[in-house]
Structure formats: C-alpha cells, structure tokens
C-alpha cells in the first residue's frame, strides 16, 4: 500500500468518526486543534483504523494521553529531558526533531496529533506486519 492510499484511508477514518470535511484532512491537520478530536473520538479512531488496516494499536502508542501525565515526563505543563527521550522513543515512526524540553504540553498535543502522525503510524506498522510474513 503506497503512502497516498494510506493518506487516504486515514482520511475516511477521521471523516467518519469525526464527522469531519474530507477537505479539512490534510497532513498537517492537528486532530485536536483543528478537527477538534477529544479522547473519547481517539477510542473511535483506534478502532476503525484497526479495522480498515487489520493492525493492533496498543493502548498509549499512537495517542501519549497517560504519557503526558507522568510528573518524570512533565512538570508543570512542560515536557522534562525524560519526556522528550520518551517521546522520541514511543512515536519512532515519525520526526520529534522539533521537540525540545519546556515545550508545553497542551501545544505539543496539537503539533504531534496530525494527520501525517497517524499516517506515519500506520505506515510503520503496516511495514514491521509485511516484513514479519516475509
């Protein structure tokens, strides 16, 4: 599956458990900023991204909610040097460069949940799925 097919897919899925435009959905859409996403619609997109990509989304590794509670990671609002290094390490499959420590938190949600996170994501998993069947 190329990069665009992916894209699109990812679309559909935000379309239908947002209720969204198609033409709202572009890569540097941030589903919280822009799309207005809140945790219950991230159980939503989980699920359908499951479903239509037949992948398993572990619970905190593709949405950092409980990551970004954790007083080691942040500390008054602000991601620490731990939360960076977690950071870095949970989202693997797309580029954190930009993340620095004493980054707040609340717009570091919207900067990491775009739409091109999520496309990353499954991008990564839908590679590690064919290279384990090889």
Known sequence: MTREEIHEK????????LGVSRAEIKPETSLVG???AESIDFLDIIFRLEKTFGIEVARGELFPQEMLRDP???????LTEAG?????DRFNFTDL?????GQNVEEL???LLTVRTIVD???SK???ASSATV
């Open 72 to 78: 080691q990671l942040v500390q008054g609002g602000k």
């Open 97 to 101: 460069s930009q993340l620095t420590v």
């Open 34 to 36: 822009d799309l207005e």
């Open 109 to 111: 949600v919207n900067d």
């Open 10 to 17: 990812v679309a559909d899925v935000l379309v239908q458990a």
């Open 84 to 88: 960076v290094a977690a950071l870095r």
């Open 121 to 123: 994501y499954v991008e």
């Open 126 to 128: 839908l590679r590690l």
